[in-house]
């Protein structure tokens, strides 16, 4: 790369005939899980969503995509790859700015970025953003001749073990009425972020259009009070909230909420393997008693006709407190192995105001 410089890099929209060279520089991106061969041509839809290219000698080098969430506050920032070989010679960091200074420029109200990273982000990003929140992550591996048995015995133990209400699938009207309630918000999402499919959204009605577009299966448990062990720590101590990003002084995660809630959409196709599919599910609140009817019921209404051969990996995420809930439910089913957490960085965006404050990310 002796006759590399970054002045020669050139960073364009990304369109649709661009797909193919995307996908040659994604190689092994998310240990073989990566959505964006998958989400590729539905992004370029999106008018919420800008993707970059970057192109040396004529060839893509890397890709980034930002969407504007938050009611048009917050833009995440998604996918970032650059080809292998090119990697370490600051392309990325070329990349990503020219994203948020055409993010700032279209948009002036973003002042922030976030993204969700997977355990042991570099140094470089810690530095200028803060963690706003850790999950857990804990994921199985579901071959098409093992789901059946493994179904039955997960349905077996939810049987012997499941105790407290059904849980109950949410109409759209159902999870808007949710979001009205600043209480179920504040159980649900203590940290006042909806991380779903790996995007980390406020959870505010703000967002509800792009998640309730997005066939999710919402499945809702709320306990009675005859099934509640103890009140502590599910008294609501916020009144309903003005703005879409939760007071800096938001108390720690509650031990247990009476709610959990829980979302998922179809299995999409991952590079892995053939007929691989993923499918995550994601756990809010932390109420450990729902935990199995939840993850059953997703598995049960999503788990496609497979190819033969096919196989699903289940990748659930929930608040750290509910890990061994989780884990232990699925015990006996093949682990998957892949990052044990996820993060959520923020960071500030420069406001065009005041262009001496620099953005970073
Ligand atoms: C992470 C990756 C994009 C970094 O590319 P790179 O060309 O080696 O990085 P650069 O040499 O351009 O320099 C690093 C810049 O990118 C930033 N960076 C490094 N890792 C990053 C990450 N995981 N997420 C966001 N930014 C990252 C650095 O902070 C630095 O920013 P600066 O120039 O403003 O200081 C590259 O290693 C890659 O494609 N990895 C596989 C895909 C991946 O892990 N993507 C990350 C999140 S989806």
New binding site residues.
Partial sequence: MSDFSLRDVQILPATASNYSEVMA??N???DGLDYLPYKYHEWLADSNRSMFIAKFKGKVV?FLSTLLVDGGITAL????????I????????????YALDNLRFKNPDVTKIR?T??EN??A??LK?NSVVHSKAVVSMLLPNNQMEDSIKALRLRVKRDYVGALPVVLSPLEVLDLFENPCTLEHLFPKGLLIWDFLSLAAHKSNLKLLLGSGLLWIYSKSTHSDTPSSSGTQCSHPAPTHINPPPQHPPLPHISPELLSLSSAPIPVPLAKGTHCLNIDLFGTNPRFVQGHILHHLAKQIPVLPPGGSIICVVVAEETLRDAVTDFLQGITPFHIWKHILVLEGSLQNPRHPHIKA??
């Fill in positions: 520089i994604s092994g991106i998310n890397a920032l998604q996918s970032l790859r650059v080809a292998p090119m990697r370490g010679h600051g392309i990325a960091g070329v990349i990503r700015r993204a990273r997977k982000p570099p470089a990003l200028r970073k990310m």
